[in-house]
């Protein structure tokens, strides 16, 4: 008999004992007054079930034509040892004939669900103590995004950060300092900025907003959250300002760093 992935999850007492581990560990290791000890996971592809934890978004949930998948990959020596997902489809910016209040298409995106409540109340990621995102991702060169959602007052407020592949078609550690998000609602950049609340954060993905149509391909193994600069690349290429797709209040494009 195979076990369900339902059987295999962890139900709420599980997730209660292991939220008290983690919570323990960081008053007996001193972290609130050190510092974090280590890296925090945020999500990875290891394993089939991890899917099982995200959500897929595309344009045809408005009556688009777009289409995007989000696969698992498993293991393979010839391009990962560890297993990981591909997140690939077609982007068409085709408008739907019969939704005339539909004037922008072109869109998919992926997201973690928001993890289940604990006896603690809901689980969210307190990052506040650590100073990079660190993604490892093969890109098509792209122009993606990535995605955070915190328990903010606005519940439809995004931080968003462009997610620069220094070499597209191969295996990448990209690091992104949380300071540089930026506050998005609905596509576009909110004045006043306030910081990102990094002690509720509900969930991470990635997008691909640039309405460029054709395939996409972009493969991610793992996200976590770091304090080691080192954890990036070696290959360092100077800094460089690019244009994004963001714009703000004033129809002016946002300009990113890619440092």
């Not at 007996?28 to 007054?33: D, H, M, N, V």
């Not at 995605?147 to 191969?170: A, C, M």
Request: charged share 25%; aromatic share 10%.
């Amino acid at each position: 008999m195979r076990a369900t992935t339902a059987c295999l999850s962890k139900g709420f007492w599980g997730r209660s004992i292991d939220e008290f581990k983690r919570l323990s560990e960081i008053v007996f290791k001193s972290e609130g007054i050190k510092g974090p000890s280590g890296p925090l996971q945020l999500h990875n592809f290891h394993h089939r079930e991890s899917l099982d934890e995200t959500k897929l978004m595309c344009d045809v949930d408005i009556g688009g034509y777009s289409k995007a998948s989000l696969d698992w990959i498993p293991p393979s020596p010839q391009d990962n040892t560890n297993g990981h997902a591909r997140f690939h489809g077609i982007i068409s910016t085709a408008l739907p004939p019969h939704r005339p209040e539909i004037q922008r298409s072109g869109y998919a995106a992926w997201r973690t669900l928001d993890r289940p409540p604990t006896l603690f109340g809901r689980a969210l990621w307190n990052i506040d103590m650590y100073t990079y995102l660190a993604m490892r991702i093969k890109s098509d060169g792209r122009s993606y995004f990535v995605n955070i959602q915190t328990e903010s007052v606005v519940p439809t407020d995004i931080h968003q950060h462009r997610l620069f592949s220094k070499r597209p078609g191969e295996w990448e550690t990209v690091l992104i300092k949380w300071n540089d998000f930026v506050r998005t609602n609905h596509g576009f950049v909110v004045e006043p900025q306030t910081e990102m609340l990094r002690q509720k954060v509900r969930s991470i993905g990635v997008g691909l907003t640039d309405r460029v149509p054709g395939p996409f391909e972009l493969c991610i193994e793992r996200m976590w959250t770091t304090n080691d600069m080192r954890e990036g690349e070696e290959h360092v290429e100077p800094a460089a300002i690019r244009e994004g797709q963001l714009k703000d209040k004033h129809g002016r494009n946002i300009s990113w760093s890619d440092k």
